[in-house]
Structures are given as C-alpha cells and as structure tokens.
DNA sequence: GCCGAACCGTAACGTTCGTTACGCTCGCCG
DNA sequence: CGGCGAGCGTAACGAACGTTACGGTTCGGC
C-alpha cells in the first residue's frame, strides 16, 4: 500500500524500522515510562543514533506513533453497488476490526502515552493519534454510509452525526475501560457479536425502512 | 489519627481538604507533570506534611482521586412511578449530567493521570476511576431501566448491556477526543442536545412499543 | 509561662533520565 | 591498502524530582 508520501510522512529507512520496532515492544511490554536508554539497548543501537535520527524523545515518540499508524492503515472500503446485506456485512466488518485495533496492546500503549502527554507537551501527540485513528476511522467509514444513503437504505442529515452514533454503537465503554487498565478480554467471538450487534442497532436508527432483526 | 471510617474509605480533615484541593488546582491548571514540590507550594504546606499525611506520591495521588470522586457523586435517581416522559426526562438527566463530568477540566486531568499510571504502577489508581465513575454510574442508572421495563415501557435481557448501549450513545467519541487532548467546545446546549438525541435513540432500540420521534 | 505536637519553609541526598561526548569497529569507495 | 563515515557501547554531565532531615513557629493543654 505504497501510494503516496502525504506531507510531513517520513518513509524510514530499514534499520529505523527495525528500531522504531524495538521501542514498541519496549513500550507495550516493558510496564516502565519509556527511556531512551530502554529504546537503545533493546534496539541495540546506541543513544546517539536514537538522536540523531529523532532529535530527542518527543521526536522519537511521534517517530513511534507514525510508525505504527503507517501500519494499521485497513484497507479502504469501497462503495461500490450496496444492498442491505452488502452494507450490513461492511459495518460488521469494520466495527470489528476498529475493536481489534483498540484492543490491542500495542494501541493500548501507544493512546497510553498519547494520553498522558496530551495538555503538556510542546509536541501534539494526541493530534497525532486522532488523525491517524479516530478521524481516519471516520474518512474510512462516510463514503460507505453515503452510499448506503444513494442506496436508499440508510437515512441521515449528516454522516459525520451518522458515523459518530455507530462508533458509540461498538465503542460503547470499551476503550475507557482499556486505558484505565480493566483486563477486559475481548475473543473473537466477543467481537463478531458486539460488530453484528452495533450494526444491527445503527441500521435500526438510521435505516430508510423499518429494519426488522434477522434472526442470529 | 485512629478514626474508624468505612472501609477504604477515609474522610479528610478540614487542612487536608484544602491541601487536595490545591493539589486538584496544580493538576488541572499546572500543565506540567504533578510533583509534590508544586502542591506543596499551592498548597502552602510542607512536603515533610505531604508525605505524612499520604505517604509518598503514589498515595497523593490516591487521595485526590478519592476526595474528587466523593464530590462528585449525583445524586441516585429513584425509580418512583415512570411514565414514558418521566423516563426520557430521567434518561436525558442522566446523559446530560455524565457529559458535563467527562468534559470538565478535572476529570480530564484525573483520567489522565490514572491512564498515564495504568499498567505500570503497583497503586491501582485506574481501577479506582472506573469504580467511581464508569460502574457506580451503571449502578445509578440500572434501577432506572429495570424500573422502565417494570413499567413496560422498554425492554431488554440484561440490563448491564442495556446501559453500555446507553452509554455508547451519549458517550460517543467524546471523551477519547478530550483526552488525547481535542478542545471540543462542549456549550450547554450542545449537551442538552446530544442528551436528548441519546435519551431518543436508546428509546427507539429498546422501546417497547414504536416511538416516534419528538418535534424539536 | 512552659511543653510537646503539628506544621511550615528550606536545605540536602540519591536516583533516574535526557542529552552529549568519546573511543572503537566495520563496511564501502577510491 | 588507506581513509572515512555510520553506527555501537559506554561513560559523563546536569537537571528534575522523590524522599528525608532540620530548624523555626504556632497553638492547645497544664
């Protein structure tokens, strides 16, 4: 998924990979804040390269971050012919992959850290994470839902309210409960069920027909 | 100080109450990290008493978590005789008074601080957040539901999964946005709207009967 | 008025950590 | 082969901060 370099995108070279890599699992396993030292000696590089190449801490923080979104990026849906079952099986779908993003501990750490910087740092971490997540989340899912309108088969005045009302549908308290540190654990099958059940439910707010549930 | 108190509960004396709201103040105010050098200062005590008083940083950081969570606490709704719009006016009540928390500053501050120290301290400062605010809230509202569908005027399984709709439905991506540090202007009348929106949805997935949508 | 306890302000100590500097090895290029 | 830049490991420096210790002040009780 090579596309294109938007503006501010750095492409890191192998090595930098293989040490943004590092700080990761430095980040996510190791309970501890995260030291440059810790990143050096995991990656098994030396602290000047860490700055050198990142400038400092801040620098490698937002290095980590962007890392990481480069990767999550799910492939764009797109809209295609939709009937009903087409766009209920998209909703699904996507409500179930934002739940394994959320879940995991790599995105668990990364919001963690995000989070704990956001109002006091120079550096706009949390911007960063928003971009890259929650409003990337969105740009992915409106033209899904637009079409579904041009369909017929949803109705809505806005699909920004539209989108916001089925990320509350499958978020619920899940994320919260996350960072605050609850083990929730969250199977497979935990996460079909509450996809299918948050589309079932956004489609029963904003379907153009009464939608009526499908047994299952 | 062999007060007997309710357990794991201790009441502050009237000294300590100042010394942690001025450590509030400093959380919320001071953008900086917390240290027990600025809430000395604010408070105008010594650390020597800090450190007497809570025993080290850890168990500060208990306390104002404690103090804020035993001022916040709204008051429980009594179920009482519910009718259709006494219910909505509860629910509305409700997710109103929830999005006020969630946006003010000193919740933002202490989620914060709790999500910064989840998965790495040994004090469980997240789980204490949670208990005061995510499940005590479930606990407030449950009797409401299960009142509501006493009445017949809406219907589900279980009513712990009733609320988590309840709360994705209010909650939305507001509280993930002001914590990574988004400044979302939340008016008073953009609450009372979003409350009622949450109040019709929830109404309209586990409405007993068909509801239709109010005019306004 | 005197005593002791509580408390304030400040100094001091030790640790952690970000940041910088230095010596060494290794692979590339002429 | 010789130079050289990149990068590794480690040491060193300085600041911030948690924690402890100390001297001075206030205040209630005798």
Do not use: H
């Amino acid at each position: 998924m090579e596309t294109e370099a938007a503006p501010g995108e750095r492409v890191f070279s192998p090595r930098q990979a293989e040490v943004l890599e590092a700080a990761l699992r430095e980040l996510v396993e190791g309970g501890r804040p995260l030291t440059m030292g810790a990143v050096a000696k995991r990656a098994a590089c030396s602290k000047e390269t860490l700055y050198k190449w990142f400038d400092d801490r801040d620098g490698l923080l937002t290095a980590i971050v962007r890392f990481q979104a480069a990767r999550v990026q799910v492939a764009a849906v797109e809209p295609g012919r939709l009937d009903l079952a087409s766009l209920t099986a998209r909703l699904e779908e996507f409500a179930a992959n934002w739940l394994r993003v959320i879940a995991s501990e790599t995105s668990i750490a990364l919001n963690r850290v995000a989070i704990g910087q956001a109002g006091g740092g120079a550096v706009p971490l949390g911007a960063i994470v928003l971009e890259n997540g929650r409003f990337a989340l969105g740009r992915r899912l409106k033209p899904v839902l637009e079409a579904g309108r041009a369909a017929g088969l949803i109705d809505f005045p806005e699909s920004e309210e539209a989108f916001r009302t089925f990320f509350g549908l499958f978020a619920r308290d899940v994320q919260i409960r996350l960072l605050l540190g609850e083990r929730l654990d969250l199977a497979p099958d935990t996460i079909r069920a509450d996809a299918r059940r948050a589309a079932r439910q956004f489609l029963t707010l904003y379907g153009a027909q009464p939608s009526t549930g499908m047994p299952g």
